[in-house]
Every structure is written in C-alpha cells, then in structure tokens.
C-alpha cells in the first residue's frame, strides 16, 4: 500500500513507428526508462514489424497472435507514447496499420479513450506524420495529451553506442514530456 501523498504507478506503452535497427524515434524511447518520473513502468512493444495488414475479416478471435499482444499491451497500459518518423509526408504505413488494429470501441485493447502522447525527432520536423497522427487519435476517440507531445530534435550523434540518448538537454525534454502526461493521468486532490 502506497503512502495517500503519492499517486499509484502509471504503465505507459511505448510504440516507435521505425521498424530501422538505429532508428532515433526508438532511441529516445529507449531512453525514457532511465528519465522518466519513478512511479511510471516503461513497456516497449516491438511488434510492428510483425502485424499482418489490417483486415477487417481477420479482426475476430481467434485473432492473430501478433494482434492479440499488441491489444494486451494497449489494454495493461494506463497511457501510450509514440514517437515516429514521416515517410513521404505521412505516418509510415506500418504505423497506420498498428493503429487500424487499435480502433474501435467495443473491443478489449483498443485505443479509445486512451491518454496518448507523441515524441517528434525529426530534425527537419515529421509535421505530416503529426497531423495524420493527431487525425487518426481523433478519429480512434483517444485522448491527446497536447503538454506530452514534445519535439526533440535528434541526430545520430546524441545516440550513444548504447542506443540511448546521450545529450542532457534532449534527456530533459524527454522528462519533461512524460512527467506531463503522468501528471495528466493523476487526479487532483481536493
């Protein structure tokens, strides 16, 4: 039993969009175990790359195994954080494809109501990417955290060979952001 001054410990479920090996978008959510506020739980899904592509006959169980764990991921979680890259002006299709297996109100896992953040890295800005995101969330009934969603310019160079971010102002910023979505996620206290 926790002390009633703190709040009880937060799950956030951590996406990248990047299915690349040195990617930033997942370097930065790498980090975010080693700066994040104390009572938050990082879990990382690392599926993407294995989800078939949605198809609407195919969302009922049995469901596909891959499907099944990223639903059981976004249902244990109390909030998720993406952080993604843009590819053509858009969300990269493997991203969209995990969210069109995330829609709908009816069903276990889904993302509706869900708090959600994002982590822009992009040096150049991933705005395309964003928007299509932020249109998708909306659509999907999630709740945007807009105080969480951060960007944090990022070049390889301040990913260490440990594939963490190594530079302290990118590190903060990183803190920042997830100590404003677990405050979003915290009642007040009258």
Known sequence: MRDADHHMAQTFLLISGSLRQASTS???????SFVQPKDIQSLT?????????????EDRQPLNPDVETLR???????????????????????????????IGDDQ???????????????????EGA???????LGYAHARIVDAACARIPLSPLMVGPDGLVSD??????????????????TPTQA
């Open 26 to 32: 997942s370097a930065i959510l790498r980090t975010s």
């Open 168 to 185: 302290d102002a990118a590190r903060a910023a990183l803190a920042d952001a997830l100590y404003s979505l677990s405050t979003a996620l």
């Open 72 to 102: 059981e991921a976004i249902h244990r979680s109390d909030a998720v954080v993406f952080s993604t890259p843009e590819y053509a002006g858009a969300l990269p299709g493997s991203l969209k494809n995990l969210l069109d297996w995330t």
């Open 45 to 57: 899904y690392d599926g993407l790359g294995r989800l078939p592509a949605f198809n609407p006959d």
């Open 130 to 136: 964003h928007r299509e995101l932020r249109t998708v």
């Open 108 to 126: 276990q896992g889904s993302i509706y109501g869900k708090p959600v953040a994002w982590l822009n890295v992009s040096p150049r800005g991933a």
